[in-house]
Structure formats: C-alpha cells, structure tokens
C-alpha cells in the first residue's frame, strides 16, 4: 500500500509541476519549459498507470482531487490568482471527496 501512495504521490506532483510549466511556456515561450514540462508528464503518466492498477475509481478520484488541491495552492503561491469563496469550497469539497473514497471518514457498517 504504500507503494501505492508513492506512486500517487509522485504521479500527482508530476501533472501540477508539468502543467505549471506548460503555464510557464504559454506565458514565456520558453522552449526548454516545454520539453521538461513533457518529460515530466510522461514520467508521471508511468507513476499513474501503477496506482491505476489497484481501482480505476479509487486512483483516478484520488489523483485529479489531489491535482485540483495542488493546482489551486500552486495557483495562489506561485501565480498570484486569488480563489473565491466559491472556489475554496470546492477545494475543501474536494478533500473531502479523497478522504470518503480512501475510506478515511466511518465505513458503510458504522453510518
């Protein structure tokens, strides 16, 4: 399991650090942000099809919730964008979903 993590950890990082960069190559044009922003993204698409191994749903979920999670933070600290309330809520929204389908919060027995 905690493979699995890494992976999902890995393969999560790698998608908001090449998106920032394919930002950064949109904004700039810098070619080399190009290039490292694919070679991240394939490395990470690699990451991905291990922790997709385990449960399409369960993967999937937990990586683009943990990808909105970073990319609204990385948005904020790196981009200067500014969330509305609305847009925190589905932040905290999507925290919430990773923790319910990890099956962090009581399990079906308990509800």
Not at 12 to 24: E, H, M, P
Not at 30 to 45: D, E, M
Not at 66 to 84: H, K, N
């Amino acid at each position: 399991m905690i493979f699995w993590w890494v992976n999902l950890a890995g393969s999560t990082v790698g998608f908001t650090l090449g998106s920032a960069l394919l930002k950064r190559f949109a904004d700039t044009g810098a070619v080399t942000s190009l290039v490292l922003s694919f070679a991240i993204l394939g490395v990470s698409n690699m990451l991905f099809v291990s922790v997709i191994r385990t449960g399409l749903g369960t993967g999937i979920i937990a990586s683009s919730m943990s990808q909105i999670i970073l990319m609204a933070v990385l948005g904020v600290l790196v981009f200067g964008e500014r969330l509305s309330a609305l847009q925190v809520i589905g932040v905290a929204l999507a925290a919430t979903s990773i923790a319910l389908i990890m099956g962090f919060g009581p399990s079906a027995s308990e509800c």
